[in-house]
């Protein structure tokens, strides 16, 4: 623990904030290209697949058609109006035959056989059944193509397909493309034992197309896969054992692979994260941690989702092999590559964040004194203050060691045992969010996304009647309306902020840091141990300059009522025998008299 604490905040320092993390995020084009379509414009993806199909790009080719048929599950209407004006095309007929295989699964889900209901598989089943004319049109109207194909592959895992059926549909695949990555990912599947095969083969299968694949192909990482399927997804794997040889060679393999190509290459996200879980698994700390450095903010589902919730088992695994090389770390030691200085993220894509808090801004900086981080803040209006993080050269153990944001984090610690709340905004790039903070936990958050789906009504409902509780709105349902889209992001952030009665958000938000600098009335408080927090919580001297504490009848009626009685009740003390009982009511009097001394002063 001494050496965590040391050395947590410099290993690793250069790897993008938790927040940065993004879940199967699109390369620029198709964010584009996703975000038209949520919006009901499907140019842009048309002219992406038309241009992957006369180039041949079938590896990315078959990303895009994954990607466009998610989005057409949850906005649904501008392929079904692309099917309509142009039925013989090849993209939308493509798009249409995943969408038919990707419906099928959503109403099967991911759990076991066991798991899943009768009515479930039955609706499976028939959905596959709908897929098979659509999968055919798309095979004969591109010949060339081998993604049809693929989807057949996963097709015949779900129908039940038997090795004949599988073994024709393999060989289309690869007399089409022998090397597609993405044929031989979903062949990888049927063969592995949770479905149709067994671990033996599906190593065999893995190892001979890597075997014969070129340097740099992705194909050398299906032994990488196959190993996940084996440690981390095989219910027994003794009763099939591998070899741990071929576990190694599949890392190592894994290893080199990598180093072809650039760090945050999007090509090389998928089999990087599943390298990452094994180095982890293998207790190989540092190289997982210059793998998570390659990776950059570039999370995957898979293979996080064999785990738990993906991002978040990728943000806290990550945090986790910090934790380990610090440990390791000697106490007096200075961290070598771990520590390195933070990259400078490009300016378009650094996560802001702005504090809303609804309480004057000397409320908000008596209930901050301790959360550990440097703080700016300015009056929003009269009843509501601004907060921003100011970065420290050097961040408090606690901050560092915190797997939030430093402001969310900061805003929980405020908002404890507090009744009013605050709203954390996020910007960054075109994404936009906030958390909603409450007695010091988040009871709230949503993202805008243009390349993300639109949040479903449940979701966005539950979001916007914790929003109306906390800041007192009566009706929810214009909250629902601005939570259910992704277009526009900043008005819909910006229109949130409205509808929930808040202060308009200050100028450049997004665009430059501490926007609060020139903001009338702002003030910092700087970050303070422990002791000073509480010696400071008891004074008048926050931020600076100093906030003005604005003191009520009340609060002058009582101290001055209890001085009162505290000074002759010195007096007489001091005359008695026992000196020592006049000690307590002395030190309360001259601490009264100190703290209306230092109010009236700050009146004038």
């Excluded at 939570?483 to 819909?492: M, Q, V």
Aim: a neutral charge; aromatic letters at 8%.
């Amino acid at each position: 623990m001494p050496r965590m604490l040391r050395h947590g905040s410099t290993v690793g320092a250069d790897l993008p904030p938790d927040e940065a993390v993004t879940l199967d995020a699109p390369d620029g084009p198709m964010g584009d290209a996703l975000a038209a379509v949520h919006a009901g414009d499907r140019g842009p993806a048309a002219a992406l697949l038309a241009g992957t199909r006369e180039r041949a790009e079938w590896e990315r080719r078959s990303t895009y058609v994954t990607q466009l048929a998610t989005a057409a599950l949850h906005s649904p209407g501008w392929l079904e109006d692309w099917l309509a004006q142009s039925p013989e095309d090849p993209d939308a007929v493509l798009v249409k035959a995943e969408l038919c295989v990707h419906q099928a699964w959503e109403v099967r889900s991911a759990a076991r056989a066991t798991d899943v209901a009768a009515e479930q598989f039955q609706a499976f089943f028939a959905l596959l059944g709908d897929a098979v004319p659509v999968a055919s049109a798309a095979a004969r109207l591109n010949p060339t193509d081998p993604v049809p194909w693929q989807i057949a592959l996963t097709h015949a895992r779900g129908s039940q397909a038997s090795r004949e059926v599988f073994d024709a549909y393999w060989a289309e695949a690869v007399a089409r493309s022998p090397h597609h990555y993405g044929c031989h990912a979903a062949a990888l599947q049927y063969l592995s034992e949770k479905w149709y095969g067994s671990h033996g083969e599906m190593f065999a299968f893995a190892e001979r197309a890597a075997e014969s694949a070129l340097p740099g192909s992705k194909l050398h990482a299906l032994p990488l896969l196959a190993a996940v399927e084996y440690v981390v997804v095989s219910d027994d794997p003794r009763r099939s054992p591998v070899g741990r040889a071929r576990i190694d060679a599949a890392v190592e393999r894994g290893l080199e692979l990598s180093t072809w190509y650039e760090p945050g290459d999007p090509d090389a996200a998928d089999f990087r994260n599943h390298l990452v879980l094994m180095l982890i698994l293998h207790e190989r700390w540092a190289e997982a941690l210059d793998v998570f450095r390659a990776i950059g903010a570039g999370a995957r589902t898979y293979p996080w989702a064999y785990l738990g919730e993906p991002r978040t088992e990728f943000v806290e695994l990550r945090s986790g092999v910090r934790m380990q090389l610090a440990s390791r770390t000697p106490l007096f030691a200075r961290p070598g590559r771990e520590g390195a200085a933070p990259a400078a993220p490009h300016p378009a894509d650094r996560p802001r964040t702005l504090a809303v808090a609804a309480a004057p801004p000397h409320t908000v900086a008596e209930a901050a004194l301790m959360c550990g981080v440097s703080l700016r803040i300015a009056p929003a209006g009269t009843a509501a203050s601004y907060v921003e993080l100011v970065p420290d050269p050097a961040p408090g153990r606690r901050a560092a060691l915190s797997r939030e944001d430093r402001l969310t984090a900061a805003a929980a610690g405020f908002t404890t045992g507090e009744k009013w709340p605050a709203l954390v905004l996020r910007r960054s790039g075109s994404r936009y969010g906030f958390t909603l903070l409450q007695k010091g936990t988040a009871t709230a958050a949503h993202q805008w996304d243009p390349a993300a789906p639109v949040t479903d009504h449940t979701a966005a409902s539950a979001t916007a009647r914790a929003l109306a509780a906390a800041f007192g709105v009566r009706d929810a349902r214009p909250l629902v309306t601005l939570l259910r889209g992704a277009d526009s992001p900043a008005a819909r952030q910006a229109g949130l902020v409205a509808a929930l009665g808040l202060p308009a958000l200050p100028p450049g938000f997004g665009d430059h840091d501490e926007i609060l600098r020139t903001v009338p009335g702002a003030h910092l408080l700087a970050r303070r141990g422990v002791l000073r927090g509480i010696r400071d919580s008891l004074s008048t001297d926050l931020g600076t300059p100093a906030i003005e504490v604005p003191r009520t009848r009340r609060w002058w009626r009582l101290r001055i009522a209890a001085l009162t009685v505290l000074v002759p009740a010195s007096a007489y003390a001091w005359t008695t025998p026992d000196c020592y009982r006049a000690t307590i009511p002395t030190l309360s009097s001259l601490f009264l008299a100190s703290q209306l001394r230092t109010a009236w002063r700050s009146r004038g």
